[in-house]
């Protein structure tokens, strides 16, 4: 049963993106292989090309290039990042999760930030694709950036263990960041695990999110490591019925 389940170690990033992708990926590489006693790790939106708009076939074909190698680095742990995708004549901002050398799960955007002028390089996903998917009896749900502000959202992910928001979320809405990922931690009486990019112009935040709504957040650091504690989920579940 779930709540008999160990606590598992996670770590969430917060890195800046650089401007070469080779770089991103070799920083990447290297927090995997620091944290590798965690089974989860996180990271920002789009952290190995950043929104690159004038070079997204570029973008893209690197991703692509990088997800190989991803694959084949990663075993045990649950990776969980964005790469900006190339399908026919359109780009996406696609979640995928890696796990045992496969990707186990994939999503679009659905939300596109107006304000970035996301809408005017990349398309929207597909909304129903946006729901809880399952990793050895666990419950997962991801949020990218944007998505996070969308109550409807909050609705389809309900029933999740552990939510995963990743982003490139701006500084002058720190607190906005903060307010919403620590609300549906408590709503959804879940895990959130936050991991947003640390570039001079975003608001850092990453954290690891209780159902309590106890918060693990340090935004000198490079890495948020916390655990998601499965009897934790349990015993609040139980304690304060939503049904």
């Known amino acids: 049963m779930l709540y008999r389940r160990k606590p598992m170690p996670v770590a969430a990033l917060q890195l800046p ?59 045990e742990p649950i990776l969980v ?3 900006l995708v190339e399908e026919g004549d359109v780009f996406y901002n696609q979640a995928v999760v890696i796990h045992r050398h496969k990707v186990v799960h994939r999503q679009e955007k ?12 990349l398309a929207e996903g597909r909304k129903k694709r946006i729901k809880p998917f399952e990793i050895d009896g666990v419950k997962y749900a991801i949020l ?5 502000r969308f109550k409807e959202l909050w609705k389809q992910i309900e029933g999740a263990d552990v939510v995963f928001v ?3 979320w701006g500084l002058p809405r720190k607190r906005h960041l903060e307010i919403l990922s620590q609300a549906l931690a408590v709503m959804n009486q879940c895990y959130v695990i936050v ?16 159902p309590n ?31």
């Open 195 to 210: 991991s947003n990019s640390s570039d001079s112009d975003m608001a850092a935040s990453s954290a690891v999110i209780s």
């Open 166 to 168: 990743l982003a490139r």
């Open 144 to 148: 990218i950036c944007f998505e996070l």
């Open 81 to 83: 990042f964005t790469l």
């Open 213 to 243: 709504g106890n918060v693990i957040m340090d935004d000198s650091l490079e890495a948020i490591e916390g655990r998601v504690d499965f009897r934790e989920i349990k015993k609040l579940r139980r304690y304060i019925v939503m049904n």
């Open 17 to 75: 993106s650089e401007k070469r992708y080779q770089t991103n990926l070799e920083r990447l590489l290297e927090y995997i292989h620091t944290h590798r006693d965690k089974e989860i790790i996180v990271a920002p939106e789009v952290f190995l090309t950043a929104y690159d708009y004038e070079h997204l076939t570029t973008a893209a074909k690197f991703s692509a290039k990088a997800l190989k190698v991803l694959k084949q680095e990663i075993d």
């Open 110 to 121: 659905v939300k596109l930030f107006k304000l970035g002028d996301e809408d005017l390089y």
